[in-house]
């Protein structure tokens, strides 16, 4: 497993925490309503079965993925558990409907807001250290817990022992707070090259 300094841990969390600030703003234009997001907490494992989301009572989840490319490459994805998800659907659409009415239109608003989200995140990361990233169209996904990161398509995901870095995320709406997941899962390849990239924009920065 490859060990971060706290440096290099605290900058990869500021450059995410300058996505989602972003992804925030744009999320609060969309739906007329402040929204704030923050990242608690992000951590690195080796097995999705060592995760604080793989070991949480929900059984389904609503994933939105993305793949992407440059220096590195793997595959993001925002998850919530399923009733979670559709929480943030009618808060954020503004819809007083019972949740099991919300189905329809769970997988577009979701395919949305992850949109924003994974691409801010990806897109403060590549704007800091200069380097280029792209992303393929989301995708959308619901499927029990454990088996969230078990498609042959799914690219890093189908790698042989990737490495997750994951982001606990917390919405906070004008009616309540609901509890998410950005995951980013990377061979450890990509892992290395993104602390390498890391560790130039701070001898940089200390110039």
Known sequence: MIELTELEHDTISELINIGV???????SEMVDQPVEL??????FVERFSDSELANAPTEVVSA?????????????????????????VRSLLKVDVPLDTLTDLEQEALME???IILNACLGSISNVLGEPINCSMPTFRKRETRALLDDDTAGASA??????MILHVQFMLRQ??????VLFVMDLESIQMLRELVRRFLANSLR
């Not at 600030?21 to 999320?27: I, P």
């Open 159 to 164: 790698a042989t022992n990737p490495v997750l």
């Open 38 to 43: 923050t990242v608690p907490a992000i951590s």
């Open 113 to 115: 807001v992850g949109n």
């Open 21 to 27: 600030g972003r992804a925030a703003s744009s999320l």
């Open 64 to 88: 939105v993925s993305q793949s992407f490319h440059g220096p590195f490459t793997g595959e993001a994805m925002l998850v919530f558990p399923e009733v979670r998800s559709l929480e943030l």
């Open 176 to 181: 309540n707070d609901i509890d998410g997941y």
